[in-house]
Structure formats: C-alpha cells, structure tokens
C-alpha cells in the first residue's frame, strides 16, 4: 500500500466511525426524548439542586431533600396531574385514581370495605412524604393537621419528648395510619 492508500484508508476509517458515534448518539438522544415524564422529572431534579446550591444549603439538608424528592417523584407524576384529572368525568378520574394508586390502597388497612368514591377522594389528596430513620414526623403539642398513612416502616409515638422520661407509648407499622 502506498502513503496515500494508507492516508485514505484512516481518513475513511476516522470519518466512518465518526458517522457511527453520531448516529448512536443521534439515536441514544431519540430515544431519550420519547420518555417525556423522565425528561421533566430530570429537569425539576436539576431545578431542585440549582436552587440548593445557589442558596447554599448545608450538605445534610440537601440530602434531605434530594431524599424527599427522590420518594416523591416515584410516587406522583411530574405531568400536572390535578389539571388532567379535573377534565375528566368522575368515573373515570376515579379509574385512573384507583389504578394509579392501587399498590397504596392495598397496603393501608384504612380503605377496607370503603366506598371507591371516598377512597379516590382521599388519595388525590395525599401528598406523599418520606422521614429519615429517628427524624420527628410532629411533636408534642402541636396542633396537628394531617393524617399520615404508614406504607413502610414503623412510626413510634413517644411522649416526653427531649426528657428523661421519655416514653414510648405506641408502634405503627406498615398499612397503619396516625395523625388523624
């Protein structure tokens, strides 16, 4: 082979795999983009820790929340879901509110036997919420305003609370709720 055989044959290979590299990444970024609802949650997630670190947020905090978020994006969609459900008659919200939801219905012993309409009323108004290991859900003496249904985990509620007496006085598990 001669110099310029040579030369042409690596320029030939350089441009082909050049051309290669774009198409799978043309292809890869397609593909991406069909997945809508995984395009935004990225978005808010890159959102949420532009605004952590503008705001200079200590490093236990933005865990904290970065735990939040990650619970709360596997449990609600980042589509506005209040704004295509209150378009649709109530049969079919309520379809869509039970199928969405069913795996948390299933869990909480507090739907057994109740009406479908009450339950798809009461979990499009869950919001929902997860806590570290040892982190306080409410304290002693607040007025409390929200009704907590336990899908993971244990919850103990405990009196005197930063004393020497200290107590516990109840455990929720799993399908529990509190709060109410």
């Given at each position: 082979?001669?110099?310029?055989?040579?030369?042409?044959?690596?320029?030939?290979?350089?441009?082909?795999?050049?051309?290669?590299?774009?198409?799978?990444?043309?292809?890869?970024?397609?593909?991406?983009?069909?997945?809508?609802?995984?395009?935004?949650s990225k978005d808010k997630v890159n959102h949420i820790k532009n605004y952590m670190r503008e705001r200079r947020l200590p490093k236990a905090?933005?865990?904290?929340?970065?735990?939040?978020?990650?619970?709360?994006?596997?449990?609600?969609?980042?589509?506005?879901?209040?704004?295509?459900?209150?378009?649709?008659?109530?049969?079919?919200?309520?379809?869509?509110?039970?199928?969405?939801?069913?795996?948390?219905?299933?869990?909480?012993?507090?739907?057994?036997?109740?009406?479908?309409?009450?339950?798809?009323?009461?979990?499009?108004?869950?919001?929902?919420?997860?806590?570290?290991?040892?982190?306080?859900?409410?304290?002693?003496?607040?007025?409390?305003?929200?009704?907590?249904?336990?899908?993971?985990?244990?919850?103990?509620?405990?009196?005197?609370?930063?004393?020497?007496?200290?107590?516990?006085?109840?455990?929720?598990?799993?399908?529990?709720?509190?709060?109410?």
């Open positions: 082979m001669t110099n310029a055989e040579l030369v042409y044959a690596s320029i030939s290979m350089i441009l082909g795999a050049t051309v290669f590299g774009f198409v799978v990444g043309s292809v890869a970024a397609l593909m991406n983009n069909f997945d809508i609802g995984a395009a935004l905090l933005k865990q904290s929340i970065n735990r939040f978020y990650d619970f709360f994006l596997l449990r609600k969609s980042v589509f506005d879901e209040d704004v295509i459900l209150s378009a649709l008659p109530r049969h079919i919200r309520q379809s869509v509110l039970m199928h969405v939801n069913g795996d948390v219905v299933s869990k909480i012993s507090f739907f057994d036997g109740m009406d479908p309409h009450f339950v798809s009323f009461v979990i499009s108004q869950m919001k929902p919420q997860a806590f570290s290991p040892n982190q306080w859900i409410c304290l002693e003496g607040e007025v409390g305003m929200e009704m907590f249904f336990l899908l993971d985990g244990t919850v103990q509620c405990v009196i005197g609370h930063n004393s020497d007496r200290e107590k516990t006085i109840k455990e929720f598990s799993s399908g529990m709720h509190f709060g109410e």
